[in-house]
C-alpha cells in the first residue's frame, strides 16, 4: 500500500518560513514526479511545485523566488521550503506522486499565515 504523509505545516507569521516534509512509503514503482498542491477555503486545488526524476523543478509563478522543492531519494522523502511566507499562502498541502503505478496523495498539512 502507498503511503505519502506530509508534515511540517502550523502557524506562521507574515515573512516567516516553514518547511513541509512528504514520506512516501509503499510500492509506488518508478516515480516520474514529486509535486506540491495547495487548497484554500473554498477554492480549487492548485499546483504549486514540481519535481522530476531527474531533478528538475518548476514553480507557479506566486511562488517562485520564496519556495523551493527538493528530493532525497535515499529517504523517499520530498520537501517544499517556503520563505517568505504570505497571508495568501494560507491553505491545506498535499503531498503527489505520479509514477508508473498510478497517482498518489497525501493527507495534507495545513499551513496558516497570519497578517
Known amino acids: 500500500q502507498v503511503q505519502l504523509v506530509e508534515s511540517g505545516g502550523g502557524l506562521v507569521q507574515a515573512g516567516g518560513s516553514l518547511r513541509l516534509s512528504c514520506a512516501v512509503s509503499?510500492?509506488?514503482?518508478?516515480?516520474?514526479?514529486l509535486a506540491w498542491y495547495r487548497q484554500a477555503p473554498g477554492k480549487q486545488r492548485d499546483l504549486v511545485a514540481t519535481i522530476t526524476s531527474s531533478g528538475s523543478t518548476n514553480y507557479v509563478d506566486f511562488v517562485k523566488g520564496r519556495f523551493t522543492i527538493s528530493r532525497d531519494s535515499t529517504k523517499n522523502t520530498v520537501y517544499l521550503q517556503m520563505n517568505s511566507l504570505k497571508p495568501e499562502d494560507t491553505a491545506v498541502y498535499y503531498c503527489n506522486i505520479k509514477s508508473w503505478r498510478g497517482i498518489y496523495w497525501g493527507q495534507g498539512t495545513q499551513v496558516t499565515v497570519s497578517s
Open positions: 509503499g510500492s509506488t514503482g518508478f516515480i516520474n514526479a
